[in-house]
């Protein structure tokens, strides 16, 4: 489902260079649920933002459900994020004076295509995580957990394959963090593929599978997942 191969990201910024992911190579297959662990500011946001088409390597190279993605012009990377990835980041990134159904209807308003049963399926969304009570409500009239939950309503509108999730919990309690775990096992369950980026191993150990980011490389229980002695692939 995701492969990426030999990818670096160097940031340049006031002529600084910060080399952050130092040639990574990693897959993933259809169906995993994987946690990526690392302190802050090892490159979690910067990988997760690269397998999302959101920002582009140095070098390296991604497959998408055997798509080599940077051989496609420019556009078609976004329309592979709009269908096939879902996003649920830290902060949720609702529009707060907006309510729950209206945030989940974004991605096609962004997308300037409104299907017909739009509003179904985003009832149908946020029925999903429980919030069939609450479509009403401004963002801003919800608690992060349900706010949380809109914004996993949000991924799911176009029905993904894979849903990428940064820090998914980093502003949650812990009932509402066991709340959206619940949810990822779940959509897991139904098939979809699940990332998420942590640097709590209690939520890490929710996935099938942990990931270390360490010094710009990977690690999986303290090996190279991708030397010839990994019975991964
Ligand atoms: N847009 C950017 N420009 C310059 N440096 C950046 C940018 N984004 C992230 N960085 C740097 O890259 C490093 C990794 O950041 P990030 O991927 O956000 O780490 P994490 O998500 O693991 O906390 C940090 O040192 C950060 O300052
Ligand atoms: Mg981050």
Redesign the pocket.
């Known amino acids: 489902m995701i492969k990426i191969k030999n990818i670096e990201k160097t940031?340049i910024?006031a002529s600084v260079l910060?080399p952050?992911l130092c040639g990574i190579t990693l897959s993933i297959q259809r169906g995993e649920y994987v946690a990526i662990m690392?302190?802050?500011?090892?490159?979690?946001?910067?990988?997760m933002n690269i397998i999302g088409c959101l920002d582009k390597p140095t070098s390296g190279q991604l497959e998408l459900d055997g798509i080599d993605v940077y051989k496609l012009d420019d556009d078609t990377p976004s329309s592979l994020r709009n269908n096939k990835i879902g996003f649920v980041f830290q902060q949720f990134f609702l529009l707060e004076r907006t309510t729950a159904l209206d945030n989940v209807l974004l991605p096609f308003i962004y997308a300037d295509k409104y299907p017909a049963d739009a509003i179904q399926r985003a009832k149908k969304t946020l029925a999903n995580v429980g919030l069939e009570d609450r479509t009403e409500y401004l963002a801003n009239e919800l608690s992060g957990g349900q706010q949380q939950r809109v914004a996993i309503a949000r991924a799911l509108i176009n029905d993904p394959d894979v849903i990428l999730a940064?820090e998914p919990t980093g502003n949650l309690d812990s009932t509402s963090t066991a709340e959206i775990l619940e949810i990822f096992n779940r959509l897991n369950k139904e098939g979809r593929t699940i990332v998420v980026?942590t640097h709590d191993r209690a939520v890490a150990e929710h996935a099938q599978r942990i990931l270390e980011?360490k010094d710009g490389l990977i690690t999986e229980n303290g090996t190279n997942p991708n030397t010839e002695n990994s019975d991964i692939h």
């Open positions: 940031y910024k910060t952050v690392g302190t802050s500011g090892t490159g979690k946001s910067t990988l940064d980026v980011l």
